[in-house]
């Protein structure tokens, strides 16, 4: 048996990528089931505009491929809907193929820009992208008032996020992606729980997406040392970014995860670096209420039946004990996954931030005390025994597959928390 040498960063490692005996049907439509549109003539002759559906924003509709019924309560309300799924809103994932990008784009570099790009992970450099736009010819005698042309068109305020290879054996990583967002995004109200995707560009590879320039991870680093400036009696018990905050973030994340698990989909590399933040305005202040949103998709995997693949990556940090033995994640270490980013989001750091070396690093993980770790840090006492985010993240931190509590289960239990720390 050959000796597995692991990075000493938490950044995630490579790992085989196994060929699927099953090919994807290339001859199937990529296009969702189009809604119904309802018009009406004035008697002017003119057309209305077609009727928007009401879609209340009070509630979260999570969509399964069992065909059952759900509960779901919105964040701090306590509101409760129960949703059925339909036959009309599932697709087949063998018939998936990418749904091709609408918009039309150009590549930003950081000259150009003075910001560096988006991000870079193993397989992929998330690079930012102004969209471009062909014009519509005004009826007006004026010329309207227009951005910046292009040779191909004008361009747009709107950034997008295009994800690109950052090397040659990533397309096929890539593609995988865009299968599974052209699935996930065939559900309703998958807006309120994932970051935007507007197709896969075949000619480069690439997947296109709304700019979310904020993460969970810049965000935390940035509240850990204001708390840390500020540290006191009064806030020693609270998460760094506060109790509130963190309380919406918890809540908005488990729905999130219910609503993939409950789509049939692993994500696989749940962590704070691929959990983005969605500000109401362009700017994010301290007194905005954060919308999470799930991004990175290459590691995730549709529970078709088959086998589960190793991963193509791993992020050692956020893993739970068994997905480092087995190279398989499951909708378990998907919880436990969370449960550590949660953590981390609580008391500013990794639970495994004082290993000296990757191999002790491996061994704290192996444990599953990731709870008790945390508390050794310099905010451990954010973590403490009796207090809130202990008794949050204690049943989704659970070494055993068996006893760790499931996502359906998890936010009723993080609710009676939060009213009995309140």
């Keep these: 048996m050959h000796a597995l040498h692991l990075p000493a960063n938490p950044s995630p490692r490579p790992l085989p990528i196994p060929t699927s005996s099953r090919q994807c049907d290339l001859r199937a439509s990529s296009s969702a089931p189009e809604m119904p549109v309802s018009t009406e003539i004035l008697p002017s002759g003119m057309w209305t505009p077609p009727t928007t559906p009401v879609r209340p924003e009070a509630h979260a509709t999570l969509l399964g491929l069992d065909g059952k019924n759900i509960e779901t309560k919105d964040a701090l309300d306590g509101c409760q809907t129960s949703i059925s799924v339909t036959t009309e809103e599932k697709m087949a994932w063998e018939s998936i193929i990418p749904r091709p990008c609408g918009k039309k784009y150009e590549r930003l570099n950081s000259a150009s820009t003075g910001h560096s790009d988006f991000g870079h992970g193993v397989w992929s450099t998330v690079c930012r992208a102004r969209e471009i736009y062909q014009p519509i010819p005004s009826p007006l005698l004026t010329p309207p008032v227009s951005p910046a042309s292009t040779s191909s068109g004008l361009v747009s305020k709107t950034m997008l996020a295009v994800k690109g290879p950052a090397r040659r054996d990533a397309h096929n990583v890539l593609y995988q992606e865009a299968r599974i967002l052209t699935y996930l995004h065939s559900f309703r109200n998958v807006s309120r729980f994932l970051v935007p995707f507007h197709g896969y560009d075949e000619a480069f590879h690439s997947l296109v997406m709304d700019a979310v320039p904020l993460d969970l991870e810049q965000y935390t680093g940035s ?31 488990i729905d999130g995860l219910a609503f993939l698990h ?80 949660l953590l981390n989001a609580a008391t500013g750091s990794s639970p495994y931030a004082d290993a000296r070396m990757e191999v002790q690093k491996l061994g704290m993980i192996r444990e599953g005390r990731p709870i008790d770790f945390a508390r050794q840090g310099d905010q451990g006492t954010r973590a403490m025994k009796g207090r809130m985010v202990e008794g949050c993240l204690k049943a989704a931190l659970e070494k055993s597959v068996d006893r760790r509590i499931e996502v359906v289960n998890w936010k009723s239990k993080v609710q009676e928390c939060f009213h009995g720390t309140s």
């Design 262 to 341: 409950e789509a049939g989909c692993v994500h696989g590399d749940i962590k704070p670096a691929n959990i983005l933040l969605q500000c109401k305005g362009s700017e994010w202040s301290e007194s905005d209420v954060l919308t999470p949103l799930y991004c990175d998709f290459s590691s995730s995997r549709v529970l078709d039946g088959e086998p589960a693949p190793q991963a193509s990556a791993i992020t050692n940090d956020f893993a739970s004990p068994e997905y480092l033995v087995s190279l398989s994640s499951t909708t378990a270490s998907d919880i436990y996954a969370l449960g550590v980013t």
């Design 223 to 253: 509240c850990v040392k204001k708390a840390r400036a500020n540290f006191s009696t009064r806030t020693m018990f609270d998460p760094v970014c506060g109790t509130k905050q963190w309380q919406e973030l918890t809540l908005r994340l």
